[in-house]
């Protein structure tokens, strides 16, 4: 594979509504790509980091893949 995209939300498992849904989405979609290899493990090798939540763990690991050298996508769609 030639990108790897990390899709980390720590708590998607027990946020509802819309940002699940959305997140639910993105990931279902990610996975469709034959080019893209989908983790959802920060810990875990990857080219670029897909944030949907503010929460402190996501923000953390922002900085930590600044810090690498590595892209982040960061939006949120409950402003």
Known sequence: MG???CHYSPFHEVIEG???RSIRQQRKV???EKQIELVT???KDYNILHLNL???LSV???FRAKR???KVIFHREDI
Do not use: N
């Open 54 to 56: 503010g929460d402190p």
């Open 41 to 43: 493990d920060a810990g």
């Open 30 to 32: 990610l996975e469709k």
């Open 18 to 20: 819309g940002i699940k």
């Open 3 to 5: 990108l790897t995209i």
């Open 60 to 62: 953390y690991q922002m």
């Open 68 to 70: 690498s050298g590595k």
